[in-house]
């Protein structure tokens, strides 16, 4: 079993739905949870990064950490074409030993 | 003003052959990393170099070898090319903080292709 998994989708929505991103962890260890977004040959910049279990929302995203469930969601209101690209979820125990998901990618049509 | 930077951005090389990719940060960063994104865009971690220390060496051939001049470089050094070896090889930093997560920067990567 992967320590992190996530549907690598592909997943087609149109513009303006709600996004629903998911992964589950086998690691109890881990306590930094983030959400990379990774545009075609670019590399991943963080998106979203939450301590411990809780919701964090930044404008129109949202991640929720579950750690009983070992669970973690991104959620995106109002989708739009230029969120179109691969989101990654990652995880770490200490700080620096980032572990990723497969990443999903997302394509929002217009 | 790139904050992370790779050479070279594509390589294409035989199987056999030994090569190096560059990495270099401006920002600052006390840690670097390495990692191997496959064709599937799965994202693993191979090294960390801490202060030019290794302090993340994860089950890789022993075919790759880090080196880290300093705080501000980490090189990968890959020896007897295989296709197995072909991917996009991306360099990050990071801020060192113990107990803390510090978002990691990353470069734009190298794509590797082995013939």
């Known amino acids: 079993q992967k320590e992190v998994e996530q549907d690598p989708g592909p997943l087609s929505v149109p513009e303006g739905a709600i996004v629903s991103l998911n992964c589950t962890y086998s690691?109890?260890?881990?306590?930094?949870f983030m959400w990379y977004r990774q545009y075609s040959r670019k590399g991943p910049e963080l998106l979203m990064y939450?301590?411990?279990?809780g919701n964090k929302e930044d404008g129109r995203f949202t991640a929720q950490v579950d750690k009983s469930s070992k669970y973690i969601s991104l959620f995106i209101r109002d989708s739009q074409p230029s969120d179109s690209a691969t989101y990654l979820c990652?995880?770490?125990?200490?700080?620096?030993?980032?572990?990723f998901g497969a990443g999903t990618r997302l394509t929002v049509k217009p | 003003d790139t904050a992370v930077s790779q050479t070279p951005k594509y390589l294409v090389t035989q199987m056999g052959n030994d090569k190096s990719i560059k990495c270099e940060q401006n920002?600052?960063?006390?840690?670097m990393y390495w990692y191997k994104q496959d064709s599937k865009k799965f994202l693993k971690i191979m090294f960390s170099?801490?202060?030019?220390?290794?302090?993340i060496n994860e089950t890789v051939p022993n075919r790759f070898s880090p080196k880290s001049p300093d705080k501000a470089h980490l090189n990968l050094h890959i020896n007897s090319l295989e296709l197995g070896d072909s991917a996009v090889y991306f360099c990050?930093?990071?801020?060192?903080?113990?107990?803390?997560?510090?978002?990691?920067?990353f470069g734009q990567g190298t794509r590797l292709t082995v013939v």
């Open positions: 939450t301590y411990s279990s």
């Open positions: 920002l600052g960063h006390d840690t």
């Open positions: 990050a930093s990071s801020l060192q903080r113990t107990g803390g997560n510090t978002e990691a920067f």
């Open positions: 990652a995880m770490s125990a200490w700080g620096n030993d980032m572990r």
């Open positions: 170099y801490n202060n030019k220390e290794l302090i």
């Open positions: 690691n109890s260890a881990f306590q930094y």
